[in-house]
Every structure is written in C-alpha cells, then in structure tokens.
C-alpha cells in the first residue's frame, strides 16, 4: 500500500517570494508521482507528474518538483508566486500499473499582497 | 470542449434519504473514478469502472454505497439511507482507456458537494 504525507496543511507567502510545499511518501513498490491543484469549488487540475527519467519535473503555470527516492521526497516549488497561485495543493502517488491515486491531506497555499 | 461533468453541483438531503450523484465522463473516456473528499483532507479513492464493470471498488464502504457505469448514460454513485457522516465533496474522474496512469491521467470533474442536514 501506498502512503502521502503533506507536510504543511498551510502556507502563507507574501507574492513574489519563492515557495516549497513539501510532500512524503511510502511505499513497498515503485510509485508515479502527482501534484494537483484545486482552485476553490473546482475539481483537481494536474500541474506535474514524475514517472521516470530526470528528477526534476517541470509543470504548468511555472511550477516543478523534484523527485528524491533516497528521501522518498516530491517537493513542489515555485520561484515566485502570485495571488492566482492561492489555492489547496495536493500530492498523490499511484503503484505503478495501478490505476487509483493515493492523495496526501492537501496544503492550502495563502498568497499575501 | 466539454470536460468531466458532475451533476448536481450541490446536493441536500435529509438523513435516511437517498442521495444519487452522475458523472459523464469526458468524450471518449470509458474509464470513471470515483473520490471522496471529506471537509479538511485529502481525495479518497472509491471505485474504478468501466462500462457496465466494476474493476476496483476497494474504496466503498460495505454498506449503503453504490456505483454503476451503464452502457449508455452517465456513471451514478448512489447513497442510500445518507447519514451526517456522508456529507462531503464527490469527484470522478475519467480517463480514455485502460491502463497505466503513466499514459492515462485522470482527467477531475468540479464535483459534487453533499450535504446531509
């Protein structure tokens, strides 16, 4: 089975300043990994997967993570955030050739003028 | 362009009335996932079908719950008897085939939010 630790439930950062919401997982087989976003009474918008290959994964609306298997680590970063980017921020992993997705508790992300 | 449709965005019920919730899959999709959200955490996985197949409902809860796919119309999740405890956010998902998520992402609906008075 599969696991997802989001490591900060809130983050506030003023706009412009760089960002880091934080994402753990565990599992006994190799895993892909997600980040979604949420905007408020929205559904999930994919921003970035890891499935293999170069660690650092590059996303939408300038967005990339970092895939660290010593770590079991997939941090999303950003290095400078606007008031659009206010929004809860989901990590999830998936087995690889399973089908459902594993999400972590979510981070809402507080965009400060 | 018309992506996952959820309806009823928003849905009150009474306890012991029965909730139902569809979801219309994206055009050419025949794979539906169903999550639930809980207020304050994270996506759920419910079920995964396929037309008129259920593939993987590990997620249900044993009683009061459940879903279908039909060959024609949308996927329905279905609560029966809700409780208080059913109120929550309700997504589905689809994607276009079979799979792995590595080449099939699952594309969300706006979901539906159920409240149980």
């Known amino acids: 089975a599969q696991s997802v630790t989001q490591l900060d439930s809130q983050v506030p950062v003023f706009e412009e300043a760089p960002v880091e919401l934080r994402c753990n997982y565990s599992s006994s087989v190799s895993v892909y990994l997600f980040w979604y976003v949420q905007y408020p009474n929205q559904g999930l918008q994919l921003l970035l997967k890891?499935?293999?290959?170069?660690?650092l994964v590059k996303g939408i609306n300038g967005f990339e993570a970092e895939f660290n298997k010593s770590q079991t680590s997939f941090h999303l970063r950003k290095p400078s955030v606007h008031i659009s980017d206010t929004a809860e921020y989901f990590c999830a992993v998936s087995a690889q050739g399973a089908q459902k997705l594993v999400f972590g508790q979510g981070t809402r992300l507080t965009i400060n003028p | 362009n018309a992506g996952v449709m959820q309806n009823p965005r928003h849905l009150v019920r009474r306890r012991g009335q029965e909730a139902r919730l569809r979801c219309s899959p994206m055009k050419g999709h025949s794979h539906v996932y169903w999550y639930r959200q809980l207020p304050e955490e994270g996506l759920k996985f419910m079920v995964y079908l396929q037309k008129e197949n259920i593939i993987d409902e590990s997620g249900m809860p044993k009683e009061r719950f459940s879903a279908e796919f039909p060959k024609e119309g949308p996927s329905i999740l279905r609560i029966q008897q809700v409780v208080r405890g059913d109120s929550a956010a309700y997504f589905c998902a689809s994607s276009p085939f079979g799979g792995t998520l590595s080449n099939q992402p699952q594309h969300f609906g706006d979901g539906t939010r159920l409240s149980i008075l």
């Open positions: 890891y499935l293999s290959g170069s660690t």
